[in-house]
């Protein structure tokens, strides 16, 4: 089974802090993709990456960015934490098929 | 602009009955549609998923319906039980692209 993994299962930080969250995959997936999880909003995709070195926007990109230096890691960079970024971080991959495997996620409190 | 909609956002049952999940979509380019499960604390798991040249598609206790006139499908769960209470999320996507569009869910709760 495919295994992704989230570094951090719960964060606090505080406001202007820059904040990494990694994520890692374990099957050598092309795709991998970072989502926000709110109340009624469900999941809103951030940024994804297709292969290493490339990313492309979601549909909630600021404030944002990513980074793929290798293949199995995806980081997302919050570069000066806000309060409304307080949500639960989800990190998924894909191989060519059509079906994600997300992580546990993190749970990002910014005070 | 929510392209994938879940306008229940909660639903309960009993123990044994039928749990219905609809989900409605706007964008008519999506092909493949998908059902995540997800319990607190934990990342979404999929559930099962259908493609558009399908109407049904069945997985033991789990059936998706598809009306692409509709745009419309829905999960059914028979029987629901308690181990079902989680929220499950719709998804979509279109052929030969990258990204995913979800709904924002529906909180099942089943009754014992």
């Known amino acids: 089974d495919v295994k992704v993994t989230q570094s951090s299962r719960y964060l606090v930080k505080r406001t202007g802090e820059k904040v990494f969250l990694e994520c890692v995959q374990d099957?050598?997936?092309?795709?991998m993709f970072w989502y926000r999880q709110d109340p009624g909003l469900g999941l809103r995709l951030i940024y994804f990456?297709?292969?290493?070195?490339?990313?492309e926007k979601g549909d909630i990109p600021e404030g944002y960015s990513v980074s793929r230096e290798k293949k199995e890691r995806f980081s997302l960079i919050l570069e000066s934490a806000s309060t409304n970024q307080t949500s639960m971080y989800l990190c998924?991959?894909?191989?060519f098929g059509y079906g994600y495997t997300f992580g546990s996620g993190t749970r990002l409190t910014v005070v | 602009d929510q392209q994938v909609k879940q306008n229940s956002p909660s639903l309960s049952v009993q123990e044994g009955r039928i749990s219905i999940l609809n989900c409605d979509y706007t964008?008519?380019?999506?092909?493949?549609f998908l059902w995540y499960k997800k319990y607190p604390a934990e990342g979404p798991t999929f559930l099962i998923s259908?493609?558009?040249?399908?109407d049904k598609n069945e997985d033991g206790r789990f059936t998706v319906f598809l009306n692409k006139s509709a745009k419309h499908l829905s999960l059914h769960i028979v029987p629901s039980q308690p181990g079902d209470s989680a929220v499950y999320f719709c998804?979509?996507?279109?052929?030969?692209?990258?990204?995913?569009?979800f709904g924002a869910g529906t909180r099942l709760t089943v009754k014992p």
């Open positions: 099957m050598d997936h092309e795709n």
């Open positions: 259908i493609s558009s040249i399908k």
């Open positions: 998924a991959s894909r191989d």
């Open positions: 990456s297709y292969d290493v070195k490339m990313k």
């Open positions: 964008n008519s380019m999506f092909d493949y």
């Open positions: 998804a979509a996507r279109p052929l030969n692209n990258n990204d995913m569009r």
